[in-house]
């Protein structure tokens, strides 16, 4: 009996959780990102509880269609994450995209100063 549930190599459904441009580029990343940036005057919106409700459909969304929520651990191996990190991931993945369409939202946007 194996318990082992290591997966060696994450299929293009898959969002792959962590940091990195190829993470980036694989094709669920760039899919859940298209979702979120769908809805993103919806969540834009919401309240606290109303981010986390979108935060959960687009996870879940994103289960419908075939993706698992991977990360990367020990020897290399891929696991399903738990679904508070896929929440997570949705989180991020929102923020960015809100920040990308409004700089003004971004942490690391700078106020324009008028020249004296």
């Known amino acids: 009996f194996n318990s082992f ?8 459904r898959d969002v792959l959780l962590g940091r990195g441009k ?3 580029y694989h094709m669920g990343n760039i899919q859940m ?8 005057d919806e969540y834009r919106n919401e309240s606290k509880q109303g981010k986390e409700e979108w935060q ?6 994103m289960q419908r269609d075939g993706a698992r ?12 994450a738990s679904l508070e ?14 920040a990308s369409t409004n ?9 324009e100063e008028p020249l004296s």
Do not use: M, Y
């Open 69 to 80: 929520f991977l990360k990367r651990e020990g020897q290399g191996w891929w696991f399903v």
């Open 103 to 111: 700089p003004a939202d971004s942490v690391a946007a700078v106020k």
């Open 56 to 61: 959960l459909r687009i996870v879940q969304a």
């Open 22 to 24: 190829s993470l980036q």
């Open 33 to 40: 990102r298209q979702l979120c940036t769908n809805h993103l």
């Open 85 to 98: 990190e896929a929440q997570k991931r949705a989180e991020t993945v929102f923020r960015v995209a809100r």
């Open 5 to 12: 549930r290591g997966i060696e190599i994450p299929s293009n």
